[in-house]
C-alpha cells in the first residue's frame, strides 16, 4: 500500500497548529494559534473563527457541533462559527489536547492529568479512561494525549511512554494494545515516547516524532504502509492526524505550520 | 492537480525562504512529584560551587606578603640561603599549589582587555595581581622576579652550570619581550570571538604544575627548563612580558640592589657569580636584576657590612 | 655635580609620582568595571549538543578533548525536574541497538556507564512499562562525551540533561580551552550566581 502527498495547505498559522479533525461531510477543520480554521474538501478556507484561548484540539459532532478543546476549557461552537456553550473544569480540563464523540458522550483528553474524560452532552462528566493503572494515567512526557474513536466504539488512545496504542471501550475498561518499542524497525514504535497522535477510520494512523513520520496499521497490530516521512520537518512534535471516509490522511507539520494531505495510490 | 502541485512549490519556496524558525521548548511537561506519587521527592541537582572568593583575596595577599619577605630577604637580609628557601615556597604554593594561575604575567592579557572592551570586566583580584608587583618595582626594584614569580623559580632552581651571554646577544634577545609584550596585547584586545590568550596558551610550566597538558605545553616547558640549566632563567629574561615592564618601573625604583663597593677588594666574585649580567664594572644594574642575591653570597665582605650604610651606585 | 645627581633625582622621583599617578588612575578605571567572581560556563543555546534545531550530527566531544584537567571538568548534568522519566530513555539506552526479548535495547549508550536507572513512584512489580524511572549521572565516571546530551535533546527527549562546568573540577582558566577550540562560542564566562545555577 502506498500514499502520495496531493497538497500541502500552510500559510494560516503563526505560532501553532495543534489539532486536526474530518467531520461527515469531508470538511476538515484545523485548530491552531487562537482560531479554529474550516476548509472544505479540496482544501480551499471556508470559515475562520477565533477562540478565547488557544485552541489545542478539536472535534465535530454528529450534529455538526464544533468542540474545541483549550487549556481549562471546552468552547462549542455551531457550524457556523457561533459560540453555543463553554464547559470550564479547571481540574478535569485542565489542558485538552484531544476530543472524540462516542453515541452521545463527549470524550476530551486531558494532558495535565493524563487521562481521557467522558462527558455527557450537556457537559455532566461521567467517568475517566485510562486512570486505573498504577502509574495513574498515561505516560505522555510528550505533553499531549491523543486518542480517536473507530465506528465501533472503541477507544484507541496512544500510550506513547509505553510505545504503544491502547484500546478502551467507554467505560474505561482496558481491552488491548497493539504496537510496541523498536529502534530500528519501522513496524515498531522508536524513541523516548511514541507514537505521539492516533486517528482511526477503517484502521488506525498514528504519527511519531524524532524522526518524523506517519504510518498505518491494521487493527490487529499489523504495519500496513508508511505514509510519509522525510517531507516533515526532523524538529517536529506532537504532529496531529486526522482521517476522512475516502481515506484521506492530514497530518500536520508543527514546526513549519502546514497540513499535508496525503492519498493512497490503488496499486 | 497541476493547481495543486503548483501551490505545494509556492509555499515550499515560501516557507523555506521564512526567517529562520524559533524552534522553542514547549510547555514543561516532565511528570512532578506530585503525578508520579509514592511518596518520590525529587532529588537535589548537585551545584558544585568555586573556589570561595575569599580564598582568592588569601591569593592576593600572599602574593603581597610573598613580595615583601623578598624584598627584606635582598634588601636587607642579603641572603642567598632564605631567597632559595623563598622560591621554594613560591613555587609550591603558587606553583603547584595554584597550579600557575592567576599570575600577574597573564594578567597583561586580562587588563588590556579590560581597557579596551567595555563589555568586559575584569575581577579585582586579577587588577591586584596585575598591580601589585609593578608598584612594588616602582619602589624596590623586581622583588616578583626574586623569589616570588613560580616560573621564575622553577628556572632558579635548576641553573647548574650558568654559561655567560654575549652583551649584544642579551640585549637583542631582550627585545623579543617586547615583540611577545605587543603581540600578546594585539592578539588578547580583538572581540570576543577571536581573542586568544597566548601568554597562557604558550606558558611553558604550567603543563607542570597541573600535570598534565598539551604536548606542545610540556614541550616547551622542557626546553626551557634544559636550557635553563645552562643560560640563566632564559624565559624571564627574553621572553617575558611582564618582565619587560617591570624592567621599564625598576628604573625608576627609589631603593635597589645594591652591592658593596670597596675599593680595596674589587674582586669581582659578584660580577661572575651574577648568571643574569646585572653587575657591570662593580655596579648593579638594577634593571637587569632579577633578585637572586648570589652576589651576597659570593661576597667574601657582605656578611659584615650587611648593616653597614652602603653607598648606592648606578 | 651634587645638583646634577638631585636634578636627576627630582626627575626620577616626579617619573615615578607619575607613573605611580597612572597606575592608580588605571587601577581605580578597571575596579570600577569590576564585577564579582566570574566563571567559565556552557551556555546551552549555543552548544550543538543541546541547542535546539541541530539534528543528525554527532554529539561532539570537544568539552571532553580539550579541557587541560584530566577528566574534564565538564560533566553531563540531568536537571531531574524537568526529566520525563521514561521508561526507554534514549540517553540511558542505545535506542539503535537490538531489542532484547524483554522488549529493551540491549546496549546502553553511555560509553562510561555513568547513568543509572532505578524505578521511582509507586512500583508495579509486574510490568516495568508501568513505572517512573529515575535517571542519575554519576559524575565521577562522566567525561562530558555528550552522547546522551545529544539523545536527551528535543524534539527526541525533554532535554534535561545538558553539559555543564562543574567548579570543584573546573582550574578557572584565564583562557578556557574549550572555550577556543568550541566551535559554536558556548563557553563563555558568566556572573557566579548564573553560573551556578
Known sequence: MQYRQTQVMGGYWKAALCGLAVDRHGHFYAAGDSHICMFDAAGRLVRRWASARPALAVGVAVDGAVYVGEAGQIEIFDAGGKLIDTWRDQARLGRVTAIGFIGDSVLAGDAADRAIRRFERHGAFLNNIGKNNPVNGFLIPNGVLAFAVDAQGIIHAANPGKHRVERYTADGELRGHIGRFHGTDPAGFGGCCNPTNVAVADRIYVTEKAGPRAKVYDFSGQLEAVIAADVFDPNCKNMSVAVDGRGRVYVADTVKLAVHVFEQVTV | MRRARILVVVLYTALACAQSIPYQRPVDTAPQEKTIGGGYKLPAVEKPLPRDAWLQVLDVAMLAAAMGVSVWIVLRRRSRKWLVGLAIGSLAYFGFYREGCICPIGSIQNVAVALVDPKYSIPMVVTATFFLPLVVAVFFGRAFCGGVCALGAMQELVLLRPVEVPRRLDRALGLLRYVYLGLAILVAVRPALGRDFLICRFDPFVGFFRRTGAPHMLIIGGVFLVAGMFIGRPYCRYMCPYGGLLEWCTRLARRGVTITPDKELDCGLCAEACPYGAIEKMRAVRRNCLYCARCYAACPRDGELAHAKLVQLA | ?197
Open chain 3, 1 to 197: 655635580m651634587s645638583q646634577d645627581l638631585s636634578r636627576r633625582d627630582l626627575l626620577r622621583d616626579v617619573v615615578r609620582g607619575t607613573v605611580l599617578a597612572v597606575m592608580g588612575g588605571g587601577a581605580l578605571f578597571l575596579v570600577r568595571k569590576a564585577n564579582g567572581q566570574v566563571v567559565w560556563q556552557v551556555d546551552a543555546t549555543r552548544c550543538v549538543n543541546s541547542r535546539l534545531g541541530e539534528l543528525g550530527v554527532e554529539a561532539c566531544n570537544l568539552c571532553t578533548t580539550q579541557c587541560v584537567v584530566a577528566l574534564s571538568a565538564v560533566r553531563a548534568v540531568n536537571d531531574h525536574a524537568k526529566c520525563g522519566r521514561c521508561n526507554i530513555c534514549p540517553a540511558y539506552f542505545n535506542i539503535t541497538s537490538a531489542v532484547d526479548e524483554k522488549g529493551y535495547p540491549s546496549e546502553k549508550l553511555c560509553p562510561r556507564d555513568a547513568i543509572t536507572r532505578k524505578p521511582i513512584g509507586k512500583v508495579d512489580p509486574e510490568d516495568p512499562a508501568n513505572n517512573f524511572y529515575e535517571y542519575f549521572i554519576d559524575e565521577k565516571k562522566c567525561d562530558g562525551c555528550g552522547k546522551c546530551v545529544m539523545q536527551c535533546k528535543e524534539p527526541l527527549g525533554l532535554g534535561s540533561i545538558v553539559l555543564r562546568v562543574r567548579y570543584d573540577k573546573c582550574v578557572d582558566c584565564n583562557r578556557c580551552a574549550i572555550a577556543r577550540a568550541c566551535p559554536k562560542d558556548a563557553l563563555v564566562r558568566v556572573p557566579m550566581a548564573l553560573g551556578s545555577r
